[in-house]
Structures are given as C-alpha cells and as structure tokens.
C-alpha cells in the first residue's frame, strides 16, 4: 500500500538548518510531482513547496523562497526539503504529500531558543 514516511524534524535554535526527508512506497514515485505542506497551530494549512515529477520544476512559498530547497532522489523515492535560516514562524507540523492527495503522518519542526 502508498507509504509516505517523514523525518529529520526536531528542535532548532533561529538561524538554524533542518533537513526533512520522505521515503515513499507503493506507488511509481518517479511519475508524480510531490509537495511539503506545513500546518501550524491555530493557522491555514501552507503549501511550502513542489517539484515536478522529474525534478525539473520547482515551486515555493514566498515566506520560505531562498532559505527552503526541495528535491528528490527517484532511485531511491525520497523527497528532501532542506529548510536553512530557520525562524520561529516556520515552526509547525511538516506533511509530505503525493499529487494525487496521499499525506504522511508529518514530522514537527520546532524553532526556538
């Protein structure tokens, strides 16, 4: 069955980087665009960022552009969101979620001194 298992979030000081990944399963990964959402406590669930099926096309949010990368690996179906000069309001849940709408269960990201 589709698997979308998320990691790497955690505690981190403002000015800090973060890496999460999303092993993907079930599913032909290298045919899909995927995306990172990210949900924070009383705020409208945030499309963070997405890249094309291949790789070629990336799209973000304009509050994280320039400090978040999203990429992906097909040969190992992972998709990456390198998050750096991490700030407080970027703390929230992060989701890794395929095109045709399978979420994972999310990794917290916590930024705080």
């Known amino acids: 069955q589709v698997q979308l298992v998320e990691s790497g979030g955690g505690l981190v000081q403002p000015g800090g980087s973060l890496r999460l990944s999303c092993a993907a399963s079930g599913f032909t990964f290298s045919t899909y665009a995927m995306n990172w959402y990210r949900q924070a406590p009383r705020k409208e669930r945030e499309l963070v960022a997405r890249i094309s099926s291949n790789g070629g096309s990336t799209n973000y949010a304009d509050s994280v552009k320039s400090r978040f990368t999203i990429s992906r690996d097909n040969a190992n179906n992972t998709v990456y969101l390198q998050m750096n000069s991490l700030k407080p309001e970027d703390t929230a849940v992060y989701y890794c979620?395929?095109?045709?709408?399978?979420w994972g269960q999310g990794t917290q990201v916590t930024v705080s001194s």
């Open positions: 979620v395929a095109d045709f709408g399978y």
